[in-house]
């Protein structure tokens, strides 16, 4: 519980950093395949947001993700998630233009021929999050650590951590990338859209990503900053980012991506002036990031109408029953 006399964010990160939370954690990670999704998510939640998950009526944020996890199985799903076969539906949806490179595909990391890749690249695992290289020099690049990197998230079924179930039942492969950066800035902001049943609403903006200069800032779509934060995943910024040049383009394509989806986040980088898709995320954080100010987090799920659970695609439960019945 939280001490009335703290703050949420410092509340939340005393939790967090405790060594009863991480074991706790680990622990139920470590039996995940035994559990259904539901009493899955219903032991994770609170452990990692500081509230019992309410999913017969859910209001938050956080609940909602949650409650669409369990209940919208559209199969469409696992190609959108998937960062080589989402290139094809980007391209139709939206044209090829928006579209990052790609320079090859491999199975496993020995398919790779480092001699054929250019001076700069970016390799990835396609079916999780996180298995990811970004190689700025060959001439310096360490294939072991990559090798390490990539072989890790090879073997990793990205659905059991936090039962994202459009990653189930993806092929593992590795996917190697044009180098991305802006010339005229020298870096690479990420831009997240998170769409609400369809109607970009709020731009997430990471900047110095893979640095120690992390910052996570939110901007709503006419790029006024907003007092919502995520302390825990990213520090704020001490200023007010330029806006971007591309944003109308950016939320235009964002919302005809979203169409027809409950919450989405599209993810885009902006290189010479010009609009890469990155990727599309459900659930941002999983739903299991908290956030600073729970009135955000009711704020923020008040802009997702969940479907009826007659019109969604029927859940497929893809946990083990038997474990349930001693909690």
Same mark, same amino acid.
């Given at each position: 519980?939280?001490?009335? #006399?703290? *703050?949420?964010?410092?509340?939340?990160?005393?939790?967090?950093?405790? /060594?009863?939370?991480?074991?706790?954690?680990?622990?139920?990670? /470590?039996? *995940?395949?035994?559990? *259904?999704?539901?009493?899955?998510?219903?032991?994770?939640?609170?452990?990692?947001? =500081?509230?019992?998950?309410?999913?017969?009526?859910?209001?938050?944020? %956080?609940?909602?993700?949650?409650?669409?996890? !369990?209940? @919208?199985?559209?199969?469409?799903?696992?190609?959108?998630?998937?960062?080589?076969?989402?290139?094809?539906?980007?391209?139709?949806?939206?044209?090829?233009?928006?579209?990052?490179?790609?320079?090859?595909?491999?199975?496993?990391?020995?398919?790779?021929?480092?001699?054929?890749?250019?001076?700069?690249?970016?390799?990835?695992?396609?079916?999780?999050?996180? =298995?990811?290289?970004?190689? @700025?020099?060959?001439?310096?690049?360490?294939?072991?650590?990559?090798?390490?990197?990539?072989?890790?998230? +090879?073997?990793?079924?990205?659905?059991?951590? #936090?039962?994202?179930?459009?990653?189930? @039942?993806?092929?593992?492969?590795?996917?190697?990338?044009?180098?991305?950066?802006?010339?005229?800035?020298?870096?690479?902001?990420?831009?997240?859209?998170?769409?609400?049943? =369809?109607?970009?609403?709020?731009?997430? +903006?990471?900047?110095?990503?893979?640095?120690?200069?992390?910052?996570?800032?939110?901007?709503?779509?006419?790029?006024?900053?907003?007092?919502?934060? /995520?302390?825990?995943?990213?520090?704020?910024?001490?200023?007010?980012?330029?806006?971007?040049?591309?944003?109308?383009?950016?939320?235009?394509?964002?919302?005809?991506?979203?169409? %027809?989806?409950?919450?989405?986040?599209?993810?885009?980088?902006?290189?010479? %002036?010009?609009?890469?898709?990155?990727?599309?995320?459900?659930?941002?954080? *999983?739903?299991?990031?908290?956030?600073?100010?729970?009135?955000?987090?009711? !704020?923020? =799920?008040?802009?997702?109408?969940?479907?009826?659970?007659?019109?969604?695609?029927?859940?497929?439960?893809?946990?083990?029953?038997?474990?349930?019945?001693?909690?």
């Amino acid at each position: 519980m939280m001490n009335e #006399n703290e *703050s949420r964010p410092l509340a939340i990160l005393k939790r967090l950093f405790t /060594q009863k939370y991480y074991l706790r954690v680990k622990m139920l990670k /470590q039996f *995940s395949k035994f559990f *259904s999704d539901r009493k899955y998510l219903e032991l994770l939640f609170p452990m990692r947001t =500081g509230y019992k998950l309410n999913l017969d009526n859910p209001t938050t944020y %956080n609940e909602k993700l949650q409650w669409i996890k !369990l209940y @919208d199985r559209n199969p469409a799903y696992c190609m959108m998630v998937d960062k080589y076969d989402v290139k094809g539906y980007i391209a139709k949806i939206i044209g090829e233009d928006f579209v990052i490179p790609t320079i090859g595909i491999y199975n496993n990391f020995d398919e790779i021929n480092f001699n054929d890749l250019p001076s700069q690249f970016v390799l990835k695992c396609t079916h999780d999050s996180g =298995g990811i290289v970004i190689c @700025d020099d060959k001439s310096c690049f360490d294939i072991s650590k990559a090798r390490k990197i990539l072989n890790t998230g +090879l073997k990793r079924n990205y659905y059991y951590d #936090n039962r994202e179930w459009p990653y189930r @039942d993806l092929k593992p492969r590795i996917i190697a990338e044009q180098y991305m950066k802006d010339e005229n800035t020298n870096t690479l902001n990420d831009y997240k859209v998170l769409c609400f049943n =369809g109607v970009a609403k709020l731009i997430e +903006l990471h900047q110095g990503r893979y640095s120690n200069n992390h910052t996570q800032d939110f901007y709503d779509r006419n790029w006024k900053k907003t007092q919502i934060t /995520q302390g825990t995943y990213g520090k704020v910024s001490n200023e007010i980012a330029e806006r971007p040049a591309l944003l109308d383009d950016m939320i235009k394509l964002s919302e005809k991506l979203a169409a %027809n989806i409950p919450h989405v986040r599209v993810d885009w980088y902006i290189v010479n %002036n010009h609009l890469y898709f990155g990727e599309l995320t459900f659930f941002d954080g *999983s739903g299991l990031n908290p956030w600073d100010r729970y009135e955000d987090d009711l !704020l923020m =799920g008040s802009w997702i109408t969940l479907p009826d659970k007659k019109t969604v695609a029927p859940p497929q439960d893809f946990g083990v029953q038997g474990i349930d019945m001693f909690y």
